[in-house]
């Protein structure tokens, strides 16, 4: 991760739309800050799917307000349940946010192929000789 951040700081100013698609390390971490967020052109969505953590949520509350951002959707939240990272940035109370509650993978075909998965684990470990 560490070695693409250039090559992310210089896509950034070019995305009309950021959707997160990363592990939670501590190479990403608050990955997308006020730093980033603000390399991003005005207008922008960002999206996060992947991991809370990865972004600041201080500095997305922010970005929205000055609606530096248009929007942003979430499933994932640094704290989960969603509490605020300072109790004056509450996420909920803009009207350019959308949140989920950790349920982006919840579809039925997720669920067949956990529960399919789960079944040959089980069979494959009571089977072995």
């Given at each position: 991760?560490?070695?693409?951040?250039?090559?992310?700081?210089?896509?950034?100013?070019?995305?009309?739309?950021?959707?997160?698609?990363?592990?939670?390390?501590?190479?990403?971490?608050?990955?997308?800050d006020?730093?980033?967020?603000?390399?991003?052109?005005?207008?922008?969505?960002?999206?996060n799917?992947?991991?809370?953590?990865?972004?600041?949520?201080?500095?997305?509350?922010?970005?929205?307000?000055?609606?530096?951002?248009?929007?942003?959707?979430?499933?994932?939240?640094?704290a989960?349940?969603?509490?605020?990272a300072?109790?004056?940035?509450?996420?909920?109370t803009?009207?350019n946010?959308?949140?989920?509650?950790?349920?982006?993978?919840?579809?039925?075909?997720?669920?067949?192929?956990?529960?399919?998965?789960?079944?040959?684990?089980?069979?494959?470990?009571?089977?072995?000789?």
């Open positions: 991760v560490k070695k693409y951040s250039q090559h992310l700081d210089d896509l950034l100013p070019q995305a009309d739309i950021l959707s997160i698609h990363l592990p939670l390390i501590d190479n990403t971490r608050k990955m997308i006020v730093r980033r967020i603000g390399l991003l052109p005005k207008g922008a969505f960002l999206i799917t992947a991991r809370g953590g990865i972004v600041d949520e201080a500095a997305l509350f922010d970005a929205l307000a000055t609606e530096h951002l248009a929007g942003a959707a979430m499933d994932v939240f640094a989960e349940p969603y509490t605020p300072q109790p004056d940035k509450d996420l909920r803009l009207p946010m959308i949140m989920t509650p950790h349920c982006a993978s919840d579809t039925v075909e997720a669920n067949n192929r956990m529960a399919t998965r789960a079944v040959e684990l089980a069979t494959d470990f009571l089977t072995q000789k």
